[in-house]
């Protein structure tokens, strides 16, 4: 069975359109390249930082977003579980806890 190979053809490159939005919401961001970009959001318990990069041989955008949230070594077991569960139950993507960071 052969692999069926399309071409897209697109006005506006993913990343352009990311950083529309970002500059349209006056978020600070940085682009790394053509393919990436780094955004800072405020929010109201902590500040947000979303990376974003396009693959292009996937047709992909990857998502990977950071907050500075603390787990208490008391709770740090309960929230590996909750993690557990949430990730069992995605398609796509997962959660993590940094240990180290307790984040």
């Not at 959001?41 to 907050?67: I, K, N, P, Q, R």
């Amino acid at each position: 069975m052969e692999l069926l190979e399309l071409e897209f053809s697109r006005e506006i490159h993913p990343v352009d359109v990311i950083e529309q939005v970002a500059h349209n919401n006056d978020w600070s961001f940085e682009r790394a390249g053509d393919d990436e970009i780094s955004i800072s959001v405020a929010g109201s318990w902590t500040d947000y930082h979303v990376s974003f990069s396009w693959m292009e041989d996937f047709e992909a955008l990857h998502l990977a977003c950071a907050f500075d949230i603390k787990v208490p070594e008391t709770r740090t077991l309960e929230v590996m579980r909750l993690l557990s569960l949430i990730n069992e139950q995605m398609l796509f993507g997962h959660f993590d806890l940094w240990e180290q960071e307790g984040a």
